[in-house]
């Protein structure tokens, strides 16, 4: 097998092939851990649930479709040389009367056995996706699907209730006919008795599912977002209400942005804003985040040990990063305890949410070495804002590249983008600044190498900003240091001191 030096070795590459509604999709990833990262994902709209309310059937060409993908994905799972593969399949295999053929056929393909979930287990799961992917999550998950629409509870990591109704994309347009105004009732209808939505009021209404995400990207672009990246998009109730009844309401083709959707997507994007918009009206949430992790996420997530799942995945993730990319990995860890040492003497109020972003930060402050210096910060600050992290809000991801290009960069906003400027609250941009000065000071001090910030600790003592350069570490004294001292002293209202 192939070891490439930029992955990590968590072993042979695991797969996950989901078998839905609409589309049949397979993801390889690196491992199976706390924050599994994708090496190959693709996904075939075969639209296998879009006549199985009216016929209870799933239609043959979607059957051809999906099970042409499923060759090539058994193919491609080959060449990865992928050791394990979970394959589940959901509401329309579920439904159908000749679902279980399907699967049968597609099980001789794949040579792994198939799951067809049941609908409490698809809701079960989508909530430990949600788990797996947002910190401390709390409120309702929504999962539409092609076939399903399925809700469930959740708190933290305790997930309670569960319903499926036939309220997905292709399922409520097949059993309406085509028609928006029959499809308005049937979801009235469906929410009327559905004590649980009234639990969601004033927290948070957690939207999964393709068509979904693609509503959140015309929303995205519509609004001009300064931000692409669709995990952790947020925006109010009312604004959801709102924008989801626009869509609802007009000829989808002529909506502003449209061409950012898929075009297999938008003859199903004003079913998906009804059933938001009723949703929304019903549970009166805080707001709405768009997720982009859902079953697949919590099917793994559900196969960890105990132990691997307390473990938090922005950390995790950027613990991987500072492995593949920094010089010395030891010394982002040693970062993390040089800064709690400062933090805790200087006066500085800091949450636990600010502490564990700043943690975050430190495994990530080398990761752009390998860059030309005039272009490190810039180059830093795209991974950062760009990555595949999880369990991380827009306005953090903000915090943690602005952090690390002004590591790199300087402590002046001149060639800062705005865009990635204006995520980023006032308090999150001083708080960016110390930390990019703290790290300038370590940088210096130790040319990004371990075992010296042990020796040499920063902290306030009596009023002044002492970093302490004992023994054999005098030598690395210098103006230069010195002047990077004094820019984070400034920041701290404090006077700069080196002691040897």
């Known amino acids: 097998m192939n070891s490439a030096q930029g992955r990590l070795d968590h072993g042979p590459p695991i797969a996950v092939i989901d078998i839905g509604s609409n589309s049949v999709r397979l993801v390889i990833y690196e491992g199976l851990t706390r924050s599994p990262t994708p090496i190959f994902n693709e996904k075939v709209l075969a639209g296998l649930g879009r006549q199985v309310q009216s016929t209870g059937l799933l239609a043959l060409d979607a059957i051809d479709t999906a099970l042409d993908a499923l060759k090539r994905f058994r193919a491609l799972c080959d060449i990865l040389h992928v050791r394990k593969i979970w394959a589940i399949a959901t509401a329309a295999c579920r439904d159908a009367r000749n679902g279980r053929a399907f699967i049968a056929e597609a099980t001789r393909i794949c040579r792994t056995p198939i799951t067809i979930l049941s609908g409490k287990r698809e809701a079960n799961l989508t909530a430990l996706g949600i788990v797996s992917g947002i910190h401390k ?147 009166k949430p805080k707001q709405v985040i768009f997720s982009v992790l859902g079953v697949r996420e919590g099917l793994l997530y559900s196969l960890l040990k105990p132990s691997e799942r307390a473990r938090d995945p922005l950390i995790s993730a950027a613990a991987d990063l500072n492995v593949l990319r920094s010089r010395s990995p030891h010394h982002g860890e ?58 991380i809000d827009h306005p953090s991801r903000a915090y943690l590249a602005l952090s690390v290009y002004f590591r790199h960069a300087g402590l002046s906003e001149e060639d800062l983008s705005p865009r990635l400027r204006e995520l980023a609250t ?6 960016a600044r110390v930390l990019g000065a703290s790290m300038r000071v370590a940088y210096i001090l130790t040319a990004g190498q371990s075992g010296v910030l042990p020796k040499t600790p920063m902290k306030v003592k009596r009023g002044k900003l002492v970093l302490t350069l004992p023994g054999k570490y005098a030598p690395l004294g210098s103006d230069r240091l010195f002047n990077r001292l004094r820019q984070l002293a400034r920041l701290v209202g404090r006077e700069p001191t080196i002691e040897t």
């Open 426 to 431: 006032t308090r999150m941009l001083d708080r």
């Open 137 to 283: 999550p709390d409120g309702i998950v929504g999962d539409l699907g092609g076939g399903s629409l399925e809700l469930v509870d959740v708190h933290g990591s305790r997930v309670h209730g569960g319903r499926t109704l036939p309220l997905g994309g292709l399922a409520l347009q097949d059993i309406a006919g085509r028609s928006l105004k029959k499809a308005e009732k049937i979801v009235e209808q469906a929410f009327e008795d559905l004590d649980m939505l009234h639990e969601g009021e004033g927290r948070t209404f957690y939207a999964v599912g393709g068509t979904w995400r693609a509503l959140a990207r015309l929303h995205m672009w519509q609004t001009g977002y300064p931000f692409h990246v669709m995990h952790n998009y947020r925006i109010s109730a009312r604004e959801a209400l709102e924008f989801s009844r626009l869509v609802h309401r007009v000829d989808t083709e002529t909506l502003s942005k449209i061409g950012v959707v898929n075009a297999a997507r938008r003859p199903l994007l004003a079913y998906a804003a009804l059933v938001m918009e009723n949703l929304v009206c019903m549970i």
């Open 334 to 391: 040693e970062l993390i305890e040089w800064t709690d040492r400062f933090m805790a003497s200087s006066g500085l109020d800091e949450t636990a949410d600010e502490r564990r972003l700043r943690h975050a930060a430190c495994l990530l402050a080398d990761i752009g070495w390998r860059a030309h210096p005039d272009y490190r910060g810039e180059q830093s600050m795209n991974i950062i804002a760009h990555g595949a992290f999880v369990a």
